[in-house]
């Protein structure tokens, strides 16, 4: 036989081989990468789709009624119900909860009620010992700026409470309201008699005497 003709096969069959080789790799390579990709598509799939964050609602300062004018019948106020003997209304005005008017407000020229009143806050800490109070002095006209620039302040830090507040009197209930911030060791009021904070600094911490 030929050497020259056998060592000529010899190529051709190794050539074969080797194309065969490369064959069965690129379909090996193929499959594994098709499978690669279902296997992300269906983590992907398994994701909690995230709903796009609304914006903010638009904050609205409302100028309030003066308290010496007329009780109108027809008038109308927001007024909170936490307290069992009184109440303050979205006017910042603070009245026995039995005086209370029909549509929500408190009685502008009765003797009981006192409007924009700081009575039981401190000055240097802004916290209150009644609820009503802190609300009704968060609500002064001269709060306006401190109150637009926390408002600004806790919606930075992505607060949702009051990303959805959108005029003054939402906010002073909710700021006024004890919170995580206002106890220690979660079950103990930093400041046992001024608890209600209308500020952003945290009640004075009063140490219980032995």
């Not at 789709?49 to 109108?72: H, N």
């Not at 549509?103 to 240097?124: A, L």
């Not at 700021?175 to 103990?188: A, F, G, I, L």
Request: glycine letters at 4%.
């Amino acid at each position: 036989m030929n050497p020259f003709r056998l060592l000529s096969q010899l190529r051709n069959a190794l050539l074969r081989r080797r194309v065969l080789v490369a064959l069965i790799v690129v379909v090996v390579l193929t499959y594994m990468f098709v499978l690669d990709l279902k296997f992300v598509g269906k983590l992907l799939a398994r994701q909690p789709s995230v709903a796009p964050r609304s914006p903010p609602a638009e904050f609205i300062w409302r100028t309030p009624r003066r308290l010496k004018g007329i009780d109108l019948p027809a008038e109308s106020c927001n007024h909170t119900s936490q307290g069992p003997t009184m109440t303050v209304d979205d006017q910042g005005v603070v009245c026995p909860m039995r005086y209370l008017q029909p549509g929500g407000c408190c009685p502008r020229q009765h003797n009981s009620s006192v409007q924009h009143t700081c009575i039981s806050c401190m000055p240097t800490t802004h916290c209150c010992s009644r609820w009503e109070y802190c609300v009704s002095c968060c609500l002064r006209p001269q709060q306006k700026v401190s109150v637009r620039s926390m408002v600004q302040r806790l919606r930075a830090a992505l607060s949702p409470l009051y990303l959805a507040v959108h005029e003054q009197f939402e906010f002073c209930t909710s700021k006024c309201r004890t919170s995580s911030q206002s106890v220690r060791h979660e079950n103990t009021y930093r400041d046992p008699m001024f608890k209600h904070c209308y500020g952003l600094q945290l009640p004075q911490l009063v140490r219980p005497l032995r």
